[in-house]
């Protein structure tokens, strides 16, 4: 069993910067893949970015340039820089995680709240 636990979202003006959290516990050292996905209101969810083990990153177009993920595995936790963030960014964020001998993410945080305003 793995949790995770997002923080850092909030309210934030076009333009601005926010960084987002997660902190991973349980079973860590089973921990592949971690990425963080976002779902507006009545949208499917997307990943937005993802990291390896190995620090190997994807990033959905929309964000490429815009936000950096990474991930401080001495202290278990996962971080996305949001920079130059705009309207289309508003939704709730969640972060994810994969686990050996899974090919697809199969833990999930809570979610954070993230609002864009014009």
């Known amino acids: 069993q793995v949790q995770l636990v997002e923080s850092g979202g909030g309210l934030v003006q076009a333009g601005g910067s926010l960084r987002l959290s997660c902190a991973a516990s349980g079973r860590i050292f089973s921990i592949n893949t971690m990425g963080w996905f976002r779902q507006a209101p009545g949208k499917g969810r997307e990943l937005v970015a993802g990291?390896?083990?190995?620090?190997?990153?994807v990033y959905a177009d929309s964000v490429k340039s815009r936000f950096t993920i990474s991930r401080d595995n001495a202290k278990n936790t996962l971080h996305l820089q949001m920079n130059s963030l705009k309207s289309e960014d508003t939704a709730m964020y969640y972060c994810?995680?994969?686990?050996?001998?899974?090919?697809?993410?199969?833990?999930w945080g809570q979610g954070s709240q993230v609002t864009i305003s014009s």
């Open positions: 994810a995680a994969r686990t050996e001998g899974s090919h697809e993410y199969n833990y």
């Open positions: 990291i390896t083990s190995s620090g190997v990153t």
